[in-house]
């Protein structure tokens, strides 16, 4: 059966949540939204497309920063609303040059930062 990203359950602002997971230590490094072109153009060419909401347009991951998301494979879950996509992470996945976006804990009630700038 052909993919077809329009068959995919977006939200009113035409977006669906994507979470990426480095494909080697399975570590979930960030969650982005796509739209369904955003969803094409990460499988016609292999770089992980998100779309920005607070720019309003496409997002090649690592595009200015250097810091790329290669697709490995992209999976669906069952309600067709949130996408999988595993990844050859180079360099930070956040913005913040950490290696994950999940670096804050909350622990016995408290927010402990678990890891520190790397790049």
């Known amino acids: ?3 077809d990203p329009t068959t995919l359950t977006y939200n009113d602002a035409g977006l669906i949540p994507v979470i990426a997971q480095d494909a080697e230590t399975l570590e979930v490094l960030m969650m982005a939204w796509m739209n369904a072109e955003a969803v094409a153009k990460t499988l016609e060419t292999g770089k992980v497309t998100y ?3 607070s720019r309003q347009a496409f997002w090649i991951k690592g595009e200015t920063s250097g810091h790329t998301q290669a697709l490995v494979a992209m999976r669906v ?3 067709r609303d949130c996408l999988l996509v595993t990844v050859r992470q180079i360099g930070a996945a956040c913005h913040t040059m950490r290696r994950t976006c999940f670096y804050t804990g909350v622990e016995t009630g408290e927010e402990v930062e678990l890891m520190v700038p790397e790049f």
Do not use: A, Q
């Open 1 to 3: 059966m052909t993919f």
């Open 51 to 53: 779309w920005s909401r």
């Open 77 to 79: 879950d069952c309600d």
